[in-house]
């Protein structure tokens, strides 16, 4: 059973679209991690949300991370190609160390 | 900050002979690192979790006696895959949560584990 369940699992955009990627569970989390994983590459740590319906900014990236903390989404504002990668979302619903990662969202930005 | 390495980054390897994985927390102290494996276009699988100075922590349907973790410091746990054998063929990951939290990973470059 996968706890965290991301969509869309494929996305392919042009340069200077608009997107969002959905992370959702039926659990609770006390945090959400999103990482982001080039080919060939660990993933790398860009967010961590801990607080119900609290919004981080980073950059070009907005996180939001749901009322009832099961649910977080990342919304990316005019994408660029460098934004390509897998975005992974992980938490751990008992608030421990390890992370139950989604499937993850593979995103394709073309010039 | 917050930097973990790994070596080797690519290990090309014969069936039935065994190979060692290093992961080091370069910059902060972890208890606990994590070892996941990644088949292509395939989000994480852990593997086990690694606490120093006690015995790993296998997920489901991972041998221990196939792939063997050694935490014997803060700062270095170790993965060795014996007799390796083709089907074990992946992209091995380590993660190392530093100690006192949070609780967030931070992931090494990973190792392409290819065996002929």
Partial sequence: TQLLEQSPQFLSIQEGENLTVYCNSSSVFSSLQWYRQEPGEGPVLLVTVVTGGEVKKLKRLTFQFGDARKDSSLHITAAQPGDTGLYLCAGDPSGGYALNFGKGTSLLVTP | ?116
């Fill in chain 2, 1 to 116: 900050g917050a930097v973990v390495s790994q070596h080797p980054s690519r290990v090309i390897c014969k069936s039935g002979t065994s190979v060692k994985i290093e992961c080091r927390s370069l910059d902060f102290q972890a208890t606990t690192m994590f070892w996941y494996r990644q088949f292509p276009k395939q989000s994480l699988m852990l593997m086990a979790t690694s606490n120093e100075g006690s015995k790993a922590t296998y997920e489901q349907g991972v041998e221990k006696d196939k792939f063997l973790i050694n935490h014997a410091s803060l700062t270095l746990s170790t993965l060795t895959v014996t007799s390796a054998h083709p089907e074990d063929s992946s992209f091995y990951i380590c993660s190392a949560s530093p100690t006192g939290g949070p609780y967030e990973q931070y992931f090494g470059p990973g190792t392409r584990l290819t065996v002929t």
